[in-house]
T-cell receptor
Framework: QKEVEQDPGPLSVPEGAIVSLNCTYSNSAFQYFMWYRQYSRKGPELLMY????GNKEDGRFTAQVDKSSKYISLFIRDSQPSDSATYLC?????????????FGKGTKLSVIP | SAVISQKPSRDICQRGTSLTIQCQVDSQVTMMFWYRQQPGQSLTLIAT?????????ESGFVIDKFPISRPNLTFSTLTVSNMSPEDSSIYLC?????????????FGPGTRLTVT
């Protein structure tokens, strides 16, 4: 079993839809949870991060973490064509190993106008 | 946020040859990272490069295959040696940064390598 599982999609939604992206993980030692967005032919960019169970909002984006179920989600409200990208979940440990990010495979999202 | 550039942006190489990828950052950083992104696979950390010390390699990656240099706080190189088609991948460098801590990493645009 891989440490981080993420459905690669592709996921295609109409503009304005609510998008739900998910990852599951097996290692309970993960303490920090991140979502990166990667546009085609670009490097990943950090979208959101959190370290506690619950929800964190930033504009149209909401990151949700359920440590008891080892499950994280990213919700995108009122999706826009500019949201079309690959979304990577990533996790890390606390302390000295915090820079060692473990990534999911990424979910490719297309928002259709 | 840090601005990172990589050279070359892409290359097509013959098997058995080597390619050196350069990573330049617009500010001084302590930790730089090299990743590989193979088609359909997770972004995988190859090694961590700190200035003034030997790079630290992750399991499955060795210095003979992926030698790394870190001559100063704004620059690093990754060499992919004795290449085979299995080395075809996107190689990315990243740096730590931001108030979020080491897990807030800024990535370069990547180097797309094809080995024939």
């Amino acid at each position: 079993q891989k440490e981080v599982e993420q459905d690669p999609g592709p996921l295609s939604v109409p503009e304005g839809a609510i998008v739900s992206l998910n990852c599951t993980y097996s290692n309970s030692a993960f303490q920090y949870f991140m979502w990166y967005r990667q546009y085609s032919r670009k490097g990943p960019e950090l979208l959101m991060y959190t370290y506690s169970s619950g929800n964190k909002e930033d504009g149209r984006f909401t990151a949700q973490v359920d440590k008891s179920s080892k499950y994280i989600s990213l919700f995108i409200r009122d999706s826009q064509p500019s949201d079309s990208a690959t979304y990577l979940c990533a996790m890390s440990y606390s302390g000295a190993g915090s820079y060692q990010l473990t990534f999911g495979k990424g979910t490719k999202l297309s928002v259709i106008p | 946020s840090a601005v990172i550039s990589q050279k070359p942006s892409r290359d097509i190489c013959q098997r058995g040859t080597s390619l050196t990828i350069q990573c330049q950052v617009d500010s001084q950083v302590t930790m730089m990272f090299w990743y590989r992104q193979q088609p359909g696979q997770s972004l995988t950390l190859i090694a961590t490069a700190n200035q003034g010390s030997e790079a630290t390699y992750e399991s499955g990656f060795v210095i003979d295959k992926f030698p790394i240099s870190r001559p100063n706080l704004t620059f690093s190189t990754l060499t992919v040696s004795n290449m085979s088609p299995e080395d075809s991948s996107i190689y990315l460098c990243s740096v730590e940064g931001g108030l979020a801590g080491a897990y807030e990493q800024y990535f370069g645009p990547g180097t797309r390598l094809t080995v024939t």
